[in-house]
Structure formats: C-alpha cells, structure tokens
Nanobody, 114 residues
Framework: QVQLVESGGGLVQAGGSLRLSCAAS????????MEWYRQVPGKQREVVAT???????NYVDSVKGRFTISRDNAKNTVFLQMNSLKPEDTAVYYC????????WGQGTQVTVSS
C-alpha cells in the first residue's frame, strides 16, 4: 500500500526558509516520478516541483530559483527546500506520485507572513 507522509510545514516570515519532507512507503521513490503540489482555498491544486527517475527536476515558473526538490534514496524520502519565501507561497503542500492512480499525502500547511 502506497503511503506518503509530509512534514516540515509551519509559519515563517517573508524571506525565510522551510524544508518539507515526504516519507514514502509501499514504493521506491527513486523509481517513480515524485511531485510536490500546493493548493490554496478556492483555487486548483498546482504542481510546484517534479523530480524524475533520472534525477532531473522541473519547477513552476513562480518558484524557479527559490525552491529545490531532491530525494534521499537511502531514506526513501523526497524533500522540497523552499527559500526566499513569499506570502503568495502560502498554501497546503502535498506530496504526490502517479502510478495506476494518483496518490497523495495528507498535506502540510505553509504560511508565509508579510
């Protein structure tokens, strides 16, 4: 059974940093395309960052140069390092993987105060 458990969210001032973690079980993260999404109330969930099996990465334009997705294969964990945070980054962040269906973690709240 696939499980994704996020942690690391919280309240931070604008310009600060947070690192989100996504501990995966039931899959080998390095053999899957892993993604971070975020959602604010009233808006669609959007993909923020992707890490491919090759280790290549992709980012939505609004976070390029500020966010970094990575993984620790030994810990089967995917990270999202978020620097230079802005109030508009405030959202619930979800870890996700697409297999036969799309799996989601429970989400972690990130709040950036101005």
């Amino acid at each position: 059974q696939v499980q994704l458990v996020e942690s690391g969210g919280g309240l931070v001032q604008a310009g600060g940093s947070l690192r989100l973690s996504c501990a995966a079980s039931g899959i080998i993260a390095s053999m899957n395309v892993m993604e971070w999404y975020r959602q604010v109330p009233g808006k669609q969930r959007e993909v923020v960052a992707t890490i491919f099996i090759s280790g290549g990465t992709n980012y939505v334009d609004s976070v390029k140069g500020r966010f970094t997705i990575s993984r620790d294969n030994a810990k089967n964990t995917v990270f999202l390092q978020m620097n230079s945070l802005k109030p508009e980054d405030t959202a619930v962040y979800y870890c996700s993987v697409l297999r036969n269906i799309r799996y989601w973690g429970q989400g972690t709240q990130v709040t950036v105060s101005s």
